[in-house]
Structures are given as C-alpha cells and as structure tokens.
Antibody, heavy 125, light 108 residues
Framework: EVQLVDSGGGLVQPGGSLRLSCAAS????????MSWVRQAPGKGLEWVST????????YYADSVKGRFTISRDNSQNTLYLQMNSLRAEDTAVYYC??????????????????WGKGTTVTVSS | EVVMTQSPAALSVSPGERVTLSCRAS??????LAWYQQKPGQVPRLLIY???TRATGIPARFSGSGSGTEFTLTISSLQSEDFAVYYC??????????FGQGTKVEIK
C-alpha cells in the first residue's frame, strides 16, 4: 500500500524557516515525481512545487520561488520542502503528493494520485 | 496561468439524487483534467483523471466527461459518504497545475 507521511509543520514567526518532510513507502520512490500542494485555512488547493524522480528537474509556483526549496533523498525514500522567509500568507496545510503519468502521442502528462495526510504550517508573530 | 472555475459553489442534495458538477477552464486543457474529493478534515482523494477515467477503487457511480474547456463530474446516485468538497484540476499546463475553487455538496 502506498503511504505518504508528512511531518515538520509548526508555528513560526514571519521571516522564519521550516523544513517539511514526507516519508514514502509502498512504491518505488526513486522513479516517481513528487509534489507539494498547500491549502490555506478554509481555502482551496494550490500547487507549490514538483521534483522529478531523479531530482534533476524542479519546478516552483511563482508565489514561493526564491524562498522554498524542494529536494529528495532517494536512499531514504523522503521528500523535503525547505521554507525560508516565511510570510503570513504561507499559513496552510501542506500535503506531499505522488505523481503519476501517462503518455499520448509522445507527450506525457502528470497528475497527483496519492496524497499524504498533511502537516500544518502557521506563520504568525 | 490557466484559471479553473467551478459551479455551483455549493449545492444541497438528498441521498439518492443525481448530481452534476461543472468545471470550466480559461483555455483548452485537452482531456488533462482530474477530479478530487475532500471530506472535512481529510486528504484529497483522486476520483477521475484524463477527464473520464476512474481512479483505482472509485465506485462506478462517479463519472467524468468533457474536453477542451468544459468538464462535468456526475454522481449518479448520491450516497451519504459522498457529501464533500469536489475540486477539478488541470494538468495540461505543465508544471503549473491549477485547481478550481471547489464545489461543496451538502445534505438537503
């Protein structure tokens, strides 16, 4: 069974830093892209960042570019999100998600098929 | 950025009724659209990908249709466990996958 366990959330002051982790099991971690998605209190879902299976391709939403860093340790089956210069608007539940893809006409498309239970980040003084 | 707009924002439905949720994209996303279900305090669960393919373990009462800019999620006979918020997401515009704002399905 595929399992994703997010951790590392907490209360941090504006301008502070936090590192989230996501421990994966039940699938071949190193061959799957992984993403972080967040949900502010009472709001919808927002894609944050994606990393390829090898870690060689990384993407960020404009709202976090330059402040957040996604990484992975395939030897430990763990995904990370280093969050720096945190702002009040970064307050949210952060979910890690496993990517799954399919290809049609030599073009591949990726969606998120399994999500972790989430970890809560609160940025407040 | 592709903007996804869902309608209605909320609806009240009786168990056993047929439900149709809509999702519109600001530009064509082909069939690269997913639907997720999120119950209160729970994790989003993938229902549909490729606009119409049910994910593993999803009951046949859930069906998706559409392509381009107009999409629909239909629940043929609403069960008590289906009361939740439903989100559509486009994944055509890589890597910036965007979600709709959600439709809340409530008990009437």
């Amino acid at each position: 069974e595929v399992q994703l366990v997010d951790s590392g959330g907490g209360l941090v002051q504006p301008g502070g830093s936090l590192r989230l982790s996501c421990a994966a099991s039940g699938f071949t971690f190193s061959t799957n892209g992984m993403s972080w998605v967040r949900q502010a209190p009472g709001k919808g879902l927002e894609w944050v960042s994606t990393i390829s299976g090898s870690g060689g391709n990384i993407y960020y939403a404009d709202s976090v570019k330059g402040r957040f860093t996604i990484s992975r340790d395939n030897s430990q089956n763990t995904l990370y999100l280093q969050m720096n210069s945190l702002r009040a608007e970064d307050t949210a539940v952060y979910y890690c998600a496993k990517e799954r893809g399919y290809c049609t006409n030599a073009v591949c498309h990726w969606y998120m098929d399994v999500w972790g239970k989430g970890t809560t980040v609160t940025v407040s003084s | 950025e592709v903007v996804m707009t869902q309608s209605p924002a909320a609806l009240s439905v009786s168990p056993g009724e047929r439900v149709t949720l809509s999702c519109r994209a600001s530009q064509s996303v082909s069939s690269n659209l997913a639907w997720y279900q999120q119950k209160p305090g729970q994790v989003p669960r993938l229902l549909i990908y490729g606009a119409s393919t049910r994910a593993t373990g999803i009951p046949a009462r859930f069906s998706g249709s559409g392509s381009g800019t107009e999409f629909t999620l239909t629940i043929s006979s609403l069960q008590s466990e289906d009361f939740a918020v439903y989100y559509c997401q486009q994944y055509n515009d890589w890597p910036s996958r965007t979600f709709g704002q959600g439709t809340k399905v409530e008990i009437k």
